[in-house]
């Protein structure tokens, strides 16, 4: 067999948007000309994809990116022309953004997001950071610095990087050293150093912004001193060219495990020449307030991440699986006259296709689903309660998205290792290298156990009031009734209920442990909690798909291959509910039984007495 290349969902994203969120309807784009703008954005991003990405997929990783002898950072050979190409599409659509054109809605962005890193996220990492740095730019920087810094950001002339990370603090801000200080001229002078910065240095663009956390005090500690600079890697002169060193130095670009054709690097800034960084906002101090606008996009665009490389490997394997003879029926198996079938045909590796398809299809459909609500939020006069709901409900699926769909794109990579046998476990066919490049998912952007504290006690407020998730349940319960009445799904319903009936429990015991001073035992639960919330949410969704396409099938679809994808959908949903939820429902319940042992697990005195006045603070902040 020849390698096979990225293909992109295109028809399961045409379902998202025209089926299941009938988004012409339900965001008011009933226009053809505005539903012909997404559908050949779509189509564009989709051509770029399975075409000179996907083919520079295999030369990325073998291509490492690395450090010369003379100190240039050299990256995988295909990329330059990548980089033009990239900019001729979209860096031009960004240019003309403001000409009038209605933005495409989150939902058609992320989903071009998903076929772009799906075919090669090394390189979307050079051109990824560039909308959020606009967006910073834009809401914090003086008009000087928008006027002098933006254009080019637009145009892709210029990339940008997030600098937070540095040696001895990785997640804990609180120990980072870099400073910046203020000259007599106004400017800030920066001297320390950052790492595993992603594409932190190297010669595809004109420029690069380095958006960087440091502190203005070096004898300051804690996280509220911190403040938020600009730093180019040249400065502009008198034409606005970028022609002046400005003392950024890469010193290692490290070797990884995947997204090799990324360079994560240690920047050392202001040894050899000063550093100017550039103040965003007006009063120091607020970097990590302003940093917030940031974390949304960046968590989930690492779910997007995640979703691209699980649905590529998804879709090898199937291919894979279709054209692989190998063993007869299990029946048959003695038998010298049986003939060898394909392998998709044993029950086994069905169910590997099963939960392959169940995992990144829901996970695609709860993407889509944060992306409608945003767009609704955005552009739509939503009644209080309605809007009120949306807004739980993001609150929810953010932290769900990021840390669910990278866990599970490092187990769906792994299955479809698995269905291609020892082939799978070769560099001849892509499954290995999207395992080796998902799983720096879990990690960045937040580990996955900090997205679940992040979840239970900033998004959930420690589960002392559980409002948001009576929103969640309430659309959960919508669709269950949409269900009984087609019929058909009755198992179905009966476990949704079950699991929605143990988050609860789940729910009150950890806000019963809060109230009783036992906050300290709830990050012990918290991940497990975090995936059973996160597998009703995608149960959800794929339940919702699968009544669209039990109605679609009502209606005798005469197409072969479209009744077969409507009753794939069912199944897969069948599947999911049946063999995934139940288990999370147990997982559920188990975190209830264990917090309900809180008093004998923590006898008064000891550990719950010294948590006592962190959970009284606690429940004075969210009471």
């Known amino acids: 067999m020849h390698r096979i290349l990225y293909k992109a969902p295109k028809r399961e994203m045409d379902f998202l948007l025209w089926e299941q969120l009938r ?16 559908s050949s954005s779509l189509e564009l991003a989709r051509e770029f994809a399975e075409g000179p990405m996907a083919q520079s997929y295999a030369e990325t990783d073998e291509q490492e990116a690395h450090l010369d002898h003379q100190g240039v950072v050299c990256t995988p050979a295909s990329f330059p022309a990548l980089m033009r190409r990239y900019r001729e599409i979209w860096g031009s ?15 058609a962005q992320n989903l071009i997001i998903e076929m772009l890193v799906g075919s090669n996220p090394s390189f979307v990492t050079y051109v990824g950071f560039n909308g959020p740095a606009q967006t910073l730019l834009n809401t914090y920087g003086s008009d000087d610095l928008r006027r002098r810094y933006g254009p080019a950001l637009a145009t892709l002339s210029a990339s940008a990087c997030l600098c937070l990370t540095e ?23 920066l001297t320390g150093h950052k790492w595993l910065i992603s594409a932190g240095m190297h010669e595809l663009t004109d420029n690069i912004y380095y958006f960087v956390l440091a502190r203005t005090d070096a004898e300051a500690t804690g996280m509220m001193g911190l403040s938020c600079f600009l730093v180019p890697r040249y400065r502009l002169d008198a034409e606005g060219r970028p022609a002046i060193d400005n003392g950024v130095r890469c010193r290692e670009v490290v070797r990884k495990m ?34 917030m606008l940031m974390m949304t996009p960046a968590r989930i665009s690492t779910g997007i991440y995640a979703l691209g490389l699980a649905a590529s490997a998804c879709e090898t394997a199937r291919i894979y699986a279709a054209q692989r003879i190998q063993g007869k029926k299990f029946d048959q198996s003695m038998s010298g006259k049986a003939t060898s079938q394909p392998i998709c045909q044993h029950p086994d590796v069905k169910r590997m296709r099963l939960d392959m398809l169940s995992v990144t299809t829901g996970c695609r459909a709860m993407i889509a689903r944060l992306g409608f609500y945003q767009a609704q939020l955005r552009t739509m006069a939503l009644a ?35 269905t291609l046998g020892g082939i799978g476990y070769l560099r001849d066919y892509p499954v290995e290298q999207n395992a080796r490049d998902c799983k720096i998912l879990s990690i960045w952007e937040g580990t996955n ?23 969640l349940i309430g659309e959960v319960s919508a669709t269950l009734d949409v269900l009984a009445g087609m019929g058909g799904f009755s198992r179905e319903t009966e476990h949704m209920k079950a699991a929605v009936s143990a988050l609860r429990g789940a729910a009150e015991m950890i806000g019963n442990a809060v109230r009783q001073g036992g906050m300290n035992s709830v990050p012990e639960f918290s991940c497990e909690f975090q995936t059973g919330l996160a597998e009703i949410a995608v149960a959800w969704q794929l339940l919702d798909a699968a009544g669209v396409a039990q109605s679609a099938l009502a209606h005798h679809v005469a197409d072969p291959d479209e009744r077969a994808y409507y009753e794939e959908k069912v199944e897969a949903a069948r599947y999911f509910v049946r063999r995934r939820l139940t288990q999370s429902s147990a997982s559920l319940a188990n975190i209830a039984r264990e917090l309900g042992y809180l008093p004998q697990r923590l006898p008064l005195g000891q550990h719950a007495a010294r948590s006592m006045p962190t959970a009284q603070r606690q429940r004075r902040r969210f009471e």
């Open 93 to 107: 659509w960004q240019a003309h953004a403001d000409e009038g054109r209605k933005p495409l809605p989150e939902i």
């Open 23 to 38: 988004i012409h309807q339900t965001l008011g784009l009933s226009s053809d000309q505005h539903r012909s703008a997404i």
């Open 449 to 471: 156990h900090i997205q679940s504290l992040f979840l239970i006690r900033d998004k959930l407020g420690l589960c002392l009031r559980n409002a948001k998730l009576d929103s």
């Open 258 to 291: 995947g997204l090799r054709g990324c360079a994560n690097t240690l920047l050392e800034f202001g040894q050899e020449v000063p550093s100017e960084a550039y103040l965003l906002g007006e009063t120091e101090g607020r970097g990590l307030q302003q940093l």
């Open 384 to 418: 209080p309660e309605r809007a009120q709901v949306a807004t739980d409900i993001l609150d929810i699926l953010l932290p769900i998205v990021k840390a669910y769909t990278s866990d599970q794109a490092w187990r769906v990579t792994e299955t479809a290792i698995q």
């Open 167 to 189: 040696k001895a603090a990785g997640s804990d801000l609180n120990l980072l050293s870099s400073v910046c200080r203020r000259q007599d001229s106004g400017v800030y002078h």
